[in-house]
Nanobody
């Protein structure tokens, strides 16, 4: 079992920045893909970004490219999401997830169904 706990969400103005953290416990996640998803009210959960096991390959949704950066610290069993130039449409609950099967990001990792464990989420609200 893997437990994931997100933190760092909050209320921020348009153009501001936030850094989300996700701490894993129970089992190591250092050998596996980690990702961030988000879900806005009334919408389906959507892929934000993913990172491979050693942090050398990342994938981003078009909507966040150039503004968001995913990173990981395997010594801390953690993954991070730096969000800059935030927009009102970034408002959502943000979830981290891990796929305990793959170490490299593939095309499948944009689908929430490909992940084994999820955190409880952290709310990000961008006010205009």
């Amino acid at each position: 079992q893997v437990q994931l706990v997100e933190s760092g969400g909050g209320l921020v103005q348009v153009g501001g920045s936030l850094r989300l953290s996700c701490a894993a416990s129970g089992r190591t996640v250092e050998n596996y893909v980690m990702a961030w998803f988000r879900q806005a009210p009334g919408k389906e959960r959507e892929f934000v970004c993913a990172i491979n096991w050693n942090g050398r390959y990342t994938e981003y949704a078009d909507s966040v490219k150039g503004r968001f950066t995913i990173s990981r610290d395997n010594a801390q069993n953690s993954v991070y999401l730096q969000m800059n130039s935030l927009k009102p449409e970034d408002t959502a609950v943000y979830y981290c997830a891990t796929d305990q099967t793959y170490s490299s990001v593939t095309y499948k990792h944009v689908w929430a169904s490909d992940y084994d464990y999820w955190g409880q989420g952290t709310q990000v609200t961008v006010s205009s």
